[in-house]
Every structure is written in structure tokens, then in C-alpha cells.
């Protein structure tokens, strides 16, 4: 998939789980619904770390497109290092490491106890991170023609906004995880949901995807997982944006209503 449908689809995806929560009687205060949609939404890009053309590539300027390089050649050489004999060869970490249930986990996990432990410039550092991966997903036309210093400034002030909001009693810093010292544990939840969401979604597509990586399939440890051929598409055909992408906002909307309760 192309970095618009992976944020949208990481938006609906939170949207929905605030629908599911307030379900079993846990509603998510709005600002949880609303930040963790944008979370989720900018997570959705993530794992495309390891792809130097990718939209989080340009997200912030050299230092992304340093990032991007070194994640790809770690991909690449846990790639080698873990093949099977029924693996492909292949020239870069592109779909490899960084597109895996683990991956997804670790770094759910990392920003988690970061958010708990490093106190509110922590929690700054990862709501302005996802946040300009979310204005380059979402508003992906606007944040091209606009210059990235317009994009990080908008990040920062959302960030530095939007945890006043959640600081304040009863909005949600301690959604979920109500113990004493557990405020922003939930923050990696959205991380975690947008990369396997991305995952998903490239699983769509026709090369597949190795989600399941350690876990063996057959004969092969990085197994492309996805649904029968005939069902697959090529990443930005018609079927991402004039069929899923509609579908995605639409799924969007009826979780975001009903996690409200207007539904």
C-alpha cells in the first residue's frame, strides 16, 4: 500500500477500537480516541523504515533518510542471517524485519516504557514524531507543497497541545492503566496496532508480507502471507484508492460515532 491508505487504515483501525472499548463499557475519553487515531495513524508508516523512497523517508529531512538506510541494511542482514533454504535471495531489507508481529511489539513496547519512564518530554518526543508522520499520511497533498518546517512546526504545537489536554484529570493520561506511575502506558497500544495495521494491508498486496517472522510457515521462516493471488492488487491501483481508501474513511467514521456514542 501507498503511505495515505497505511494512515488511513491505522486511523480507522484506533477508531475502532475505541468503538470496541466503549462496547465493554471502557470508553476512551476523546482525547485518548483522538490522539491514539493520530498515533495510529503515523505508526502506519513506520515499518516502511526500511524503504528509502518511502513517505517516512522525507518525514523529517536527512535525519529520516539516514534512518531509513541504516534500518534497511539491518533488515537486510537479519534477512540473510535468518533465511531458510526455501527463502528467496534478495538485494535489500525492504518487507523484511520492520514488517513482522515483533517489530510491531518492540517498538510498541519501547515507547511504552519510554512514555512511562521519561516523563513529558518523552511523551512529547513521541506525540511530535507520529504526529508529522500523520500530517505526511493524512494530508499528504498539503505537507508536499508545504515546506517541512511548516509540517514540524504543526507536529510540535499539536504535540505540545495536545498532552496539555491529556494531562488534564479525567482526559485519558491514565486510560487503561490506572496504577500509581502507569500514566501514558497506553501510548504504545496505537503504536503497536499501526504496524501490524501496515502490515496487514501490504499483505493485501501482491508480494505479500513475512508478519509472522520468527514463526515458520512450511519450508520458509519469512513466509509472505497473504490471501489467495487472484485477491491481491498492486500497491496504488485503483482497488487502494477508489475501493479501500472510501472504505477505510467510512469504517472510520462508525468507529469514531460510536466510540462517542452517537451511534
Request: glycine share 12%.
Amino acid at each position: 500500500m501507498m503511505g495515505p491508505a497505511h494512515s488511513l487504515s491505522g486511523a480507522a483501525a484506533w477508531l475502532g477500537v475505541g468503538a470496541a472499548a466503549a462496547a465493554f463499557d471502557h470508553p476512551m475519553p476523546w482525547p485518548v480516541l483522538v490522539v491514539g487515531a493520530l498515533i495510529c495513524a503515523g505508526a502506519a508508516l513506520a515499518p516502511d523504515l526500511d524503504h528509502k523512497s518511502a513517505t517516512i523517508s522525507r518525514a523529517f529531512g536527512p535525519i529520516s533518510r539516514g534512518l531509513c538506510e541504516v534500518v534497511d541494511k539491518v533488515s537486510y542482514a537479519v534477512y540473510k542471517a535468518t533465511r531458510s533454504a526455501a527463502d528467496p535471495r534478495r538485494s535489500g531489507g525492504h518487507r523484511t524485519l520492520t514488517h513482522t508481529w515483533l517489530w510491531a511489539v518492540l517498538i510498541g513496547a519501547g515507547c511504552s516504557v519510554a512514555a512511562v519512564t521519561g516523563g513529558r518530554w518523552a511523551v512529547l518526543t513521541i506525540l511530535f514524531v507520529h504526529l508529522v508522520l500523520a500530517v505526511e499520511g493524512l494530508l499528504w497533498r498539503a505537507a508536499r507543497m508545504s515546506s517541512d518546517v511548516l509540517v514540524w512546526l504543526l507536529g510540535a504545537t499539536s504535540a505540545w497541545i495536545l498532552a496539555g489536554v491529556l494531562d488534564q484529570p479525567g482526559n485519558g493520561s491514565d486510560w487503561l492503566f490506572t496504577g500509581p506511575g502507569q500514566e501514558y502506558l497506553w501510548l504504545g497500544l496505537p503504536v503497536v496496532l499501526g504496524a501490524l495495521v501496515h502490515d496487514v494491508g501490504d499483505a493485501l498486496t501482491v508480494s505479500g508480507c513475512p508478519i509472522l517472522w520468527p514463526i515458520p510457515v512450511g519450508r520458509k521462516r519469512w513466509y509472505p502471507v497473504g490471501p489467495p493471488k487472484g485477491l491481491r492488487f498492486r500497491a496504488g491501483s485503483w482497488v487502494e484508492l477508489k475501493v479501500l481508501m472510501p472504505v477505510f474513511m467510512l469504517l472510520g467514521g462508525v468507529g469514531g460515532a460510536t466510540a462517542l456514542g452517537f451511534l
